[in-house]
């Protein structure tokens, strides 16, 4: 290989979380979680990749700064996923497999602010490795997921479910497109940056914590979940916007009343955060229909869902109420684009 491959993979914004494993090593969560997947015009990861047995040594770049590849177990993980894989398709004695790769990855957004970085940054990873190294059929997702389980789930484009599954292996373990980004045209989302500085629990941290300690997530996984997941999916599949928000945002809150349930506690929303809550069920009640939802994720920023006929005078409302916010409206689309070799 003698060209850089460059793709480009947008975040996507959970409207069911992904808050718990039942296995750390493999990534296997403990629930079903569901999905949009952002524009790539907007928040996200762009990575380059060149190998050949030109290189001397695996080395990846983050944001301008060298990583270990040694030292960060799922990053070697993915890396060793992928050799795995050229084996597979290529076979024992091809040469790729000993071919050192070099890696450069840029988020174009604040990295670890609860704006989904790591689903976006190893869903970028696996799709150029595999783009890099003409690797197809692969299960790209379940090598993705054991970067960052959500990362699973920006491999698609459109709505996707990642099933949690119940194979000790993770083998059924993986995300599925439920609906094209085509599906819902309408749907737009708004995404306010309300701190974006790096957050004091990570996700990995605050969701073992809860699994640990919090009783509440027992219940959420046995009792609401399962339901949710199928409500969500339907709604989704009829374009029912007004039932898509609420078990949105009813999925958001209790995601965080999860988080203040685990011992220690951990603390992602802020005051801002709040008044936002406060902000959009004001709206709805003043408009009598749920014209707008909020999610949350380990962090204050918010991501708002909205119809396209609403946007123009809801969003005249929000900056009159939040004006230094500098909202970012975007579209669903999000398949991983390969952009052109030699960039
Ligand atoms: C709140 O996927 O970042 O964003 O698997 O440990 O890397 P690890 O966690 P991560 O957690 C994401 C949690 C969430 C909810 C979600 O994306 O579903």
């Known amino acids: 290989m003698d060209k850089v491959v460059t793709c480009v993979a947008p975040v996507n914004i ?16 403990l ?51 992928i050799r795995n894989l050229i084996k597979i398709q290529k076979g024992e004695n091809s040469q790729e497999v000993k071919w050192k790769i070099r890696v450069c990855s840029e988020n174009n957004f604040p990295t670890a602010a609860g704006l989904a970085s ?17 690797l197809v059929n692969g299960d790209l997702p379940s090598i993705a997921r054991q970067g960052s389980g959500s990362a699973c789930r920006s491999i698609y484009g459109g709505f996707v479910q990642w099933t949690a599954g119940v194979d000790d292996q993770g083998y059924d373990s993986t995300a599925v497109q439920i609906a094209a980004d085509t599906h819902w045209p309408e749907m737009r989302i708004i995404i306010l940056v309300v701190n974006d500085s790096k957050k004091k629990t990570s996700s990995t941290v605050g ?12 219940y959420r996984i046995q009792k609401c979940v399962p339901e949710r997941t199928k409500e969500i999916i339907q709604a989704i599949t009829d374009k029912n916007f007004e039932k898509f928000a609420e078990i949105t945002m009813r999925d958001s809150n ?73 909202p970012n409206s975007s ?13």
Request: glycine share 4%; net charge negative; aromatic share 12%.
């Open 331 to 343: 579209y669903l689309r999000g398949i991983v684009s390969t952009l052109p070799n030699n960039v």
């Open 254 to 326: 209790q995601f965080h009343a999860i988080c203040l349930d685990t011992y220690p506690p951990c603390v992602y929303l802020n005051q801002v955060s709040h008044e936002i809550i406060s902000f959009v069920h004001d709206y709805n009640e003043a408009t009598g229909q749920i014209k707008v939802s909020y999610t949350f994720y380990a962090g204050p920023n918010a991501f708002l869902f909205i119809q396209q006929i609403d946007l123009s005078l809801f969003m005249s409302e929000l900056v009159n109420v939040f004006p230094t916010m500098q």
């Open 207 to 218: 969701m073992k914590q809860a699994v640990k300690t919090s009783e509440l997530l027992k």
């Open 118 to 134: 790591s689903a976006a940054g190893y869903a970028c990873l696996v799709y150029t490795l595999a783009n890099a190294f003409g």
């Open 31 to 81: 629930n079903d979680s569901v999905s949009l997947t952002l524009d790539c015009d907007q928040m996200h990861t762009k990575t380059s990749i060149i190998a050949g047995p030109f290189i001397t040594e695996d080395c990846v770049w983050l944001n301008g700064q060298i990583m270990s590849i040694e030292r960060n177990e799922r990053l070697k993980k993915c890396f060793d996923l």
């Open 14 to 29: 959970a409207v069911i979380k992904y808050w718990g494993k039942r296995d750390e090593h493999l990534i296997l969560p």
